[in-house]
């Protein structure tokens, strides 16, 4: 199947400093990202949706200031958490559909675990 | 939005047992569903998926069923085996949403020797 690639894997930072997470579909071109954010034993919440080429669409209560999401090429989407905080830690997975598959499934990436310190 | 609930919170099961887990969706235009198992630390694996044109699905020792009028569908999983333990998630896709998928709240399936 389609693979999507997420960079880094882990990242640990101090409280203030910005973090830069990337997502790319490697096989595939992709007009639309999906990025989500999962706290320890809850469920995947949706934060907002990359169009390539337009701004982001993020859902309600998602500061658009605090979480850039830049999607420049038809492969890649960034996300990046702005003077982070503790309370910024936590698991970021970014996704994408294969529009040109067969099945239309959506792909995720390894995810990006972020520690705030 | 779409709303999609999900139950059990955790199930634990012996080993050969089925298990089944539950979801129920609000929006009546939602019109995919996937369900999917996620290890801890790991990205979500999609293991089966039902269209709203369907309603059963089976792929070995998974199934999924969907009841658009009651705006709900399950997983059925049967001979459990340890390396099925895992958390579950089902989802739907908004119908009208630009594609979005909104997730159940999960389910800690642990099967036990």
């Known amino acids: 199947g389609a693979v999507v690639s997420q960079h880094p894997s882990r990242v640990i930072c101090k409280s203030g400093t910005s973090v830069k997470i990337e997502c790319r579909s490697l096989d595939f071109q992709a007009t639309t990202m999906f990025w989500y954010r999962q706290f320890p034993k809850q469920s995947l919440m949706l934060m907002a949706t990359s169009n390539e080429g337009s701004k982001a669409t993020y859902e309600q209560g998602v500061e658009k200031d605090k979480f850039l999401i830049n999607h420049a090429s038809l492969t890649l989407s960034t996300l990046t958490v702005t003077s982070a905080h503790p309370e910024d830690s936590s698991f970021y997975i970014c996704?994408?559909?294969?529009?040109?598959?067969?099945?239309?499934?959506?792909?995720f990436g390894e995810g990006s675990r972020l520690t705030v310190l | 939005g779409e709303n999609v609930e999900q139950h059990p919170s955790t199930l634990s099961v012996q080993e050969g047992d089925s298990a089944v887990i539950k979801c129920t969706y609000s929006?009546?235009?939602?019109?995919?569903f996937p369900w999917y198992k996620q290890e801890l630390g790991k990205r979500p694996q999609l293991i089966i998926d039902i269209r709203s044109n369907v309603g059963e699905k089976k792929d070995q020792r998974i199934a999924v069923t969907l009841n658009k009028t009651a705006k709900h569908f399950s997983l059925h999983i049967t001979e459990t085996q340890p390396e099925d333990s895992a958390v579950y998630f089902c989802?739907?896709?908004?119908?009208?949403?630009?594609?979005?998928?909104?997730f159940g709240t999960g389910t800690q399936l642990k099967v036990e020797l």
């Open positions: 929006d009546s235009a939602s019109n995919y």
């Open positions: 989802a739907a896709i908004q119908g009208g949403g630009g594609n979005k998928l909104t």
């Open positions: 996704s994408a559909r294969d529009q040109g598959g067969r099945t239309g499934e959506l792909f």
